[in-house]
């Protein structure tokens, strides 16, 4: 679950404080590559997850799937649509393009999909815990 904590700790937590501390163009900069990564450890994180739970259990419930394949695919348009798109926008603003109200239109839509991300995060943390009370495990450590 260590995936979900860094989707949460990057988005709600880190990306702020950049933009708290440092001038919004070295912000959005580190921000952005900071997504980029967060994003390509999401693609990895929910095929290694999908793998192991399938290797592991016989039974999973549709909550997991929703939410790790729903994770996968918004990972997977983050990172090869909204943030490409942006990042273009950016660079047309920078030569001069007047495309603020494009630019604040994708960043809108990315971070709506960013939240969706962090409650289908939240909906598989919550899978993980469950099965973990079902098996008898949680209260045991």
Known sequence: ???I??????????VPILF????????????????????WMGCASAV??????RSLNSEI????WIASVGL???????????????VAVKQEIAQGADLNSRFATLHAIGSILYLLMSLLGLMLVLTHFRSL???????HG
């Open 1 to 3: 679950m260590a995936w």
């Open 5 to 14: 904590g860094s989707l949460w700790t990057i988005g709600y937590l880190v």
């Open 20 to 39: 708290q501390m440092l001038d919004k163009k070295l912000a959005g900069q580190l921000a952005g590559q900071m997504f980029v990564v967060e994003y």
């Open 48 to 53: 290694l997850l999908i793998i192991l739970e």
């Open 61 to 64: 419930p549709l909550r997991f």
């Open 72 to 86: 996968f695919i918004l990972d997977l348009v983050q990172l090869f649509v909204i943030h490409p798109m942006i």
């Open 133 to 139: 009370d079902s098996e008898g495990v949680k209260g």
